[in-house]
């Protein structure tokens, strides 16, 4: 599998049998891909989905496949006749890749304040995770886990217990968009976690893992 690190939480996910981007929001830059095979999308939130780009993105990829949660249908109506809703339990077929869908819910981000859905997307049976805004834990092994590193609903221990509770081969930063210093809170999650674990990929750098 190959991983290219888009900014914030997009990622280009490269396996043998497709090219399925994950997350392009405000934050990121993914204009320029070209021969996709689907686009998820984890949650409305604009740091996740930049309607405006999207839709530019899919008018270059014809034929790329769109994937929401129920919630971002409902806020982006320039992309309805294009999406398709899918929630936890659902399983997609990309090109020769298998995408479980799991989550539910955003993680709360204060009290009992309701959170909007939010989608976990597991590619081929664990190979990689990227959990969205949510500590999601699948019951298969994971190969390489996405993990959020900052936001207004998170601390960094969280996400240190996260990388525990997963174990993953490989835990990849990621949600660092609004920090100043993304360096300090990847080297932060590195020094909490089991040795060698975390490994910071380079922006726009492919990595095969």
């Known amino acids: 599998m190959k991983l290219t690190h888009l900014g914030h939480a997009c990622f280009l996910v490269e396996t043998a049998g497709a090219r399925v981007l994950i997350d392009p929001g405000c934050l990121s830059r993914f204009e320029d891909l070209r021969g996709l095979d689907a686009v998820l999308v984890t949650h409305q939130h604009a740091d ?3 309607g405006d780009r999207l839709e530019v993105l899919l008018d270059h990829n014809q034929g790329t496949a769109l994937y ?4 971002t249908v409902a806020e982006l109506p320039v992309l ?7 929630r936890p339990g659902d399983r997609i077929t990309v090109g020769g ?3 479980q869908v799991l989550g539910g819910l955003h993680a709360a981000v204060y009290a009992d304040i309701p959170g909007c859905t939010s989608n976990a997307y597991l590619i081929d049976g664990g190979a990689f995770l990227h959990p969205g805004d949510a500590f999601v834990v699948p019951d298969v ?3 390489v886990l996405a993990v959020p590193i900052d936001g207004p609903w998170l601390k960094l221990s969280e996400a240190v217990a996260y990388v525990s509770t997963v174990a993953p081969r490989v ?3 990621m949600h660092e968009g609004e920090t100043t210093d993304p360096g300090k809170y990847a080297g932060m999650l590195a020094a909490f976690s089991a040795d060698g ?3 910071r990929i380079d922006l726009g750098e492919p990595f095969t893992l």
């Open 48 to 50: 996740h989905v930049d």
């Open 68 to 71: 929401v949660d129920p919630d």
């Open 80 to 86: 309805r006749a294009q999406a398709n809703v899918v």
């Open 97 to 99: 890749s298998v995408v």
């Open 141 to 143: 092994p994971v190969d």
């Open 171 to 173: 835990a990849v930063p």
């Open 197 to 199: 674990v975390v490994r």
